[in-house]
């Protein structure tokens, strides 16, 4: 069986080191906002090359926050795309504020940056940028046009631990961004977490505040916030974590060219592409092809697991489609039909990879 994921070979790997990392938060009885996570703050703050982090319970709040924090809110319009977890749309939701899609780039599923300025009105406050699958937006021209129209910048970093554009990671481009560290993300806890990075002194604080009831002191709440606290426990395993992401994140570039040698060769592939002046940090391995579902069926049969991301837009999806108003996002509409990842993490082996690698071969040549 070769497995999509699998975060528990990941535990396995380093099990020594977060057995004693969890040990000592459950010996030292603070489990909530504790030295685990203010040190997990500052090792992932320097890790971004960011001035400031904060721990939040999970990617959609640290969106929702991020979003708050700069003032996003009722009857404001953002800017992001449909080819997403539906969180980052929900995260937008949340807020108040009303998504508007634009659509992607079909070469690196990502924000086009063509579709922006037609898709600005009055209301538009934001742009929230994913980094999908692993790899970088185009974030100058997006910058750009953002610094024209005056409109935050909030980056969606959940599938991209790590990355770079221009040798500058993601996470230190917008003005705030937002991480996940759900268990199977190329930096994941053992449970849910998810934390914010940004330069900006006002909005650490203020995301400070919202995490934790709009707290200034215990039981004092200087503006309305909620509960989005990361606990001791989770931040104690993504300390320990982060000393390997840059390691992790250069065994899945290993497993991809491993996928490139062996598939680069089948015309029907439609293989990744990494943007010329990024590194990408393959969260997923995701091939293009027209006979997915057929593929899929065929995999599974000799088993391997894979898995789409994502079948179905979210501008299609029953909570989100807008009948009075139909966008029209051909790109995404497409890649949603084709697109398929292939199993990817640092415990996958080789030898896994040349299996799924020739049996996909073998779906062609039969
Ligand atoms: C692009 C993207 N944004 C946001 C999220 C939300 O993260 P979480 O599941 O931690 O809320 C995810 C995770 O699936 C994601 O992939």
Redesign the pocket.
Known sequence: MVFFSNPLNQYLSHKSEIDFAISNVLKRGKYILGEETKNFEIEFAKFIDAKFAVGVA??????NIALVACGVGYGDEVITVSH??V??IS?IEISGAVPVFVDIDPDFFTLNPQKIVQAITKKTKAIVI???YGQAADLAPILEIAAEYNLRVIE?C??AHGATYQNRKVGNWGDIS?F???PT?NLGAIG???AVVTNNKELADKCLLLRQYGWKERYVSKIKGWNSRLDEIQSAVLRVKLRYLESDNKKRNKLALLYFEHLQNIEKIGLPKTRESCSHVFHLFVIRIKERSQLIEFLKKKGIDTLIHYPFPVHLQEAYINNNNPVNLKETESAAMEVLSLPMYPELSESEVIKVSKDIIHFYES
């Open positions: 999970n990617g959609t709040d640290a969106i997403t977890a969180a980052t995260a994913v980094h999908i969606d959940a599938q937002c996940s560290f759900y993300k849910d977490g998810g």
